[in-house]
C-alpha cells in the first residue's frame, strides 16, 4: 500500500550537504522502482574559522573585516548577522557573504564596529 508505506534511512556522514535523489526497488521486481528526493543537512557539523583577516582590529572601528568559515552553509543568503564581543561590549552588525577562494568556505565580510 504506497499510501502507508514508510522509508526509515540511515544515511553515512558526508562532507557534501544538498538534496539527495533516493532509489528504491523491491528484489524480487527491481524493475519496479521508486524515486524521491530529500536534502541532506549533517547538525552536528560545528563551523570553523579557516582565516581571519586582518588579524589586529582597532577599537575605534571602520576597518573591513573578513572571516572565512569551513561547515557554515547559508544556502542563499547573502546577508547575516554577526554578534562581536571584547571583554567590555558586544555588538550585532550586518555582514555580507562573499565567496571564498578555496572550495567549501563561506566568507563573511563586515566593517568592525567601534569599541570603547
Not at 543568503?77 to 552588525?93: H, R, T
Not at 577562494?101 to 569599541?115: D, E, K, M, W
Request: aromatic share 12%; proline share 7%.
Amino acid at each position: 500500500d504506497s499510501v502507508s508505506t514508510t522509508f526509515w534511512l540511515v544515511v553515512p556522514p558526508s562532507s557534501i550537504e544538498g538534496q539527495i535523489e533516493v532509489f528504491v526497488s523491491s528484489a524480487k521486481s527491481q524493475s519496479n522502482i521508486g524515486v524521491f528526493n530529500f536534502t541532506y543537512f549533517d547538525q552536528y557539523r560545528v563551523p570553523v574559522v579557516a582565516s581571519f583577516s586582518p588579524y589586529r582590529i582597532y577599537a575605534t572601528g571602520g576597518q573591513a573585516v573578513t572571516a572565512c568559515l569551513l561547515n557554515f552553509n547559508v544556502g542563499v543568503a547573502d546577508k547575516i548577522n554577526v554578534l562581536i564581543e571584547s571583554n567590555l561590549q558586544q555588538a550585532q552588525i550586518n555582514a555580507s557573504i562573499v565567496p571564498g577562494r578555496v572550495a567549501g568556505q563561506t566568507c563573511v565580510l563586515f566593517i568592525s564596529p567601534p569599541f570603547p
